[in-house]
């Protein structure tokens, strides 16, 4: 493959197939960048932008991008914190940009125990074995702490490793806790927690490719945004204003509009950029407000 730097297109690394894969590729969409993906390809070509996408594992994404192969790449905070402490200590060049974290892949890097087990706090684990995909993540938290324990590193299946006699104790991803309490482990200390992010290779880009980063991240900071927000329509006592506007999270200016045959109510349009809550619409037509709509938006620019 041509390195990025000698490469005319943008590219851009995403998960091939796991919990980032869908999220990333809707996320260009949403930005206008069309692809047309065909499940066994690596390389995809945008339709309307000089854009390819690089369909990797998600440990590779991060070197891809500090090397410069590859100009851009989604990945979750955990596999980039991960490879640029492995990087470091291994004398390899760790420098990324980032550049957005993304409303996706949250979920916290624990430490987890078997249900049985004593255990009572951290200083337990001296002299324990620890099983983990994230090596130097768990050795930089337990070095932090004071604690010497050694790790069995496993790239997957990690929940199993007590069971199996590998470990006595995990330190893996757990978003729901599902996979913890399926495994009778229960979590015991957070060390990390995690969402994705948009990342950027260290060096400068061409002039062409910048303008299309630059073109790009303000229509990521406007889908961002309008998946929080909601259009809110209603229709509400003149007298109720003020307390109408005191009810509208992040509600900014609404358009107040006359009702025809109704001189006591005014129709009231508003761009909420928080969540609007049940709670909210009930206080709201407490207060003798009625015809509440709250629409989703597609998209946003200031
Ligand atoms: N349960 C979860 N909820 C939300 N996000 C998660 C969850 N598990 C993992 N993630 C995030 O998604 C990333 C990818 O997780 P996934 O389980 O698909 O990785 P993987 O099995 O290592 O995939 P690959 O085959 O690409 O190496 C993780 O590194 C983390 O950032
Ligand atoms: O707390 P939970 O909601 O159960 O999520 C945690 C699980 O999710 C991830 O695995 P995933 O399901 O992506 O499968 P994988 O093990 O094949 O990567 C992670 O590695 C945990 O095993
Ligand atoms: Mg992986």
């Not at 109408?244 to 109704?262: C, K, R």
Request: some cysteine; aromatic content about 4%.
């Amino acid at each position: 493959m041509v390195a990025a730097t000698q490469n005319q297109r943008l590219t851009i690394a995403v998960q091939k197939s796991g919990r980032l894969s869908e999220q990333s590729i809707k996320l260009l969409k949403a930005c206008g960048i069309k692809f047309n993906l065909h499940e066994a390809r690596l390389l995809a070509h945008s339709q309307n932008q000089p854009i390819d996408l690089l369909r990797v594992r998600d440990d590779d994404i991060p070197g891809l991008v500090m090397d410069g192969v590859v100009d851009l790449g989604f990945v979750g905070e955990n596999v980039l914190e991960e490879t640029r402490l492995e990087r470091v200590a291994t004398g390899i060049n760790a420098d990324y940009k980032a550049l957005r974290p993304l409303e996706f892949g949250q979920c916290r890097l624990s430490i987890a125990v078997p249900k049985e087990d004593s255990y009572q706090c951290l200083t337990d684990l001296n002299g324990k074995r620890i099983a983990t995909t994230y090596p130097y993540l768990l050795q930089n938290y337990l070095k932090q702490q004071g604690i010497q324990a050694s790790t069995a590193v496993l790239t997957g299946s990690v929940e199993v490793a007590p069971r199996a006699g590998l470990a006595d104790a995990i330190c893996d991803l757990v978003s729901t806790g599902a996979t913890l309490e399926a495994n009778g482990l229960q979590e015991k200390d957070v060390i990390f927690t995690s969402q994705a992010q948009l990342i950027q290779r260290p060096e400068a880009l061409s002039p062409a490719k910048q303008a299309l980063v630059d073109q790009l991240l303000p229509r990521l900071d406007g889908v961002q945004l309008a998946k929080e927000s909601k259009y809110i329509m209603l229709h509400a006592p003149k007298a109720a204003l003020q307390q109408v506007a005191t009810l509208l999270p992040g509600a900014e200016d609404p358009t107040i509009l006359p009702l025809s045959h109704n001189e006591q109510m005014v129709a009231v349009h508003a761009v909420s950029t928080e969540t609007l809550f049940w709670e909210t619409m009930e206080e709201l037509k407490a207060i003798g407000c009625s015809s509440i709509l709250v629409l989703p938006i597609e998209k946003m620019m200031g």
